[in-house]
């Protein structure tokens, strides 16, 4: 089963080992578990979701065993996961970043541009990583430009003049 990430363990919440994660629009409210993942670990196990909120902007996450502060602290920086199959269908123009992963990129007329290989939260649009065919890096952000295809499995972008170069 695929994981995908909903987001990052920014801060602890209080004192009853509630998780502040980063980076997700909500999905966290209709997971009953998660992984928490740190570093490059294949396979986190999973967690029971005991309670998750809108905090702010962030959300705080309470899951088994993390009992308190200190260990909600433990867990700052750590990825927070799910299975793709327990997260509902976002709708049209909406997308987890794992279903961009490994997409091929391609200009609206056509010319290859290389694959999606990372993300990048900005805090404002999100960035795609384009790895090219000799290895290069290009960073295409996700704005009206950039059309992800779905039923083509690829990402289209009519870039303007000089985003490519």
């Keep these: 089963m695929a994981l995908v990430r909903l987001g990052k363990v920014v801060r602890a919440i209080g004192l009853?080992?509630?998780l502040g994660v980063a980076g997700t629009e909500g999905a966290l409210t209709t997971v009953t578990r998660i992984a928490l993942r740190?570093?490059?670990?294949?396979?986190?196990?999973m967690r029971d979701v005991v309670e998750a909120r809108p905090q702010g902007r962030v959300w705080a996450v309470k899951v088994d065993g993390v009992s308190d502060r200190a260990a909600a602290e433990a867990w700052v920086g750590a990825e927070v996961l799910a299975?793709?199959?327990d997260l509902p269908e976002l709708g049209e123009a909406r997308h987890y970043w794992a279903d961009l992963e490994g997409l091929p990129v391609v200009t609206a007329a056509?010319?290859?541009?290389g694959t999606v290989t990372g993300l990048y939260e900005t805090g404002g649009v999100d960035v795609l990583v384009v790895t090219t065919e000799d290895g290069g890096e290009k960073l295409v952000p996700l704005a009206p430009y950039v059309e992800v295809?779905?039923?083509g499995r690829r990402v289209v972008v009519d870039p303007p003049?000089?985003?490519?170069?």
Excluded: T
């Design 38 to 45: 740190r570093g490059d670990e294949p396979e986190p196990p």
């Design 16 to 18: 009853k080992g509630h």
């Design 110 to 113: 056509g010319a290859a541009v």
């Design 83 to 85: 299975h793709r199959e």
């Design 149 to 151: 295809d779905v039923a």
């Design 161 to 165: 003049e000089g985003l490519l170069d």
